[in-house]
């Protein structure tokens, strides 16, 4: 069965700094992975996504993530935190012919200190 | 181009009653799943239909049901309210039914059971 876990439930940065979002994953077959971000009282939005290809994958608000097969691992990173970058993170996995199902994360809040 | 809708924003229901919850898809998208997302939880997947017919479902109950329109818009119904459905529901739609594409999530109904 697939699974995502998160490593850290809430991590904190400067302002600046570099940002790390740890994700592993299980999946029998190759998968497809997302980070996704949700701000306060709103939906998820699509950061980045990996289904073939390049395994860095580059996203929206300087946002990159790397698929390592070796490590079953897809962090998310960013060279510099911006104060709007605080948020909820999410990691999701899914299959091919999988009907849609997502299996997300239980999250990673972030927060950016001044 | 829209995004996607989903009606109402809040809603409070008593333990045993019924609720629908409504999302209207982004244009041009044929695909809709539905996720649960319990505070401080990842989202669940619940159902996904694709040109109107169920194509995937998860652990969720019967009382869990679905309906996709013929405009692609969707509702979630949900009997017999339980207090652990307190929750934030997500509807989330696609072009097309392979995950690969990505899902534009909308910003969610927030039910609370009493």
């Known amino acids: 069965a697939q699974s995502v876990t998160q490593l850290g439930s809430h991590v904190s940065v400067s302002e600046g700094a570099l940002v790390l979002l740890r994700c592993n994953y299980s999946s029998s077959v190759p998968p497809y992975l997302f980070w996704y971000v949700q701000y306060p009282n709103q939906g998820l939005q699509l950061l980045l996504k990996?289904?073939?290809?390049?395994?860095l994958v580059k996203g929206i608000n300087g946002f990159e993530a790397e698929f390592k097969k070796s490590e079953t691992s897809f962090h998310l990173t960013k060279p510099s935190a911006h104060m709007s970058d605080a948020a909820e993170y999410f990691c999701a996995v899914s299959e091919q012919n999988q009907g849609g199902k997502l299996i997300f994360g239980q999250g990673t809040e972030l927060s950016v200190k001044p | 181009e829209t995004g996607v809708t989903q009606s109402p924003t809040h809603l409070i229901k008593t333990r045993g009653q019924q609720v629908t919850l409504r999302c209207s898809s982004q244009s041009g998208h044929n695909t809709v799943s539905w996720y649960q997302q319990a505070l401080g939880q990842g989202p669940q997947f619940i159902f996904q239909?694709?040109?109107?017919?169920?194509?995937g479902r998860g652990n969720f109950p019967p009382r869990f049901s679905g309906l996709q329109f013929p405009n692609y818009s969707s509702e979630l119904n949900v009997n017999a309210l339980e207090l652990d459905d307190s929750a934030l529901y997500l509807c989330a739609s696609s072009r097309d039914d392979r995950v690969a594409y990505g899902y534009t999530f909308g910003s969610g109904t927030r039910l609370t059971v009493v």
């Open positions: 990996y289904t073939t290809g390049a395994t």
């Open positions: 239909y694709y040109r109107e017919e169920e194509n």
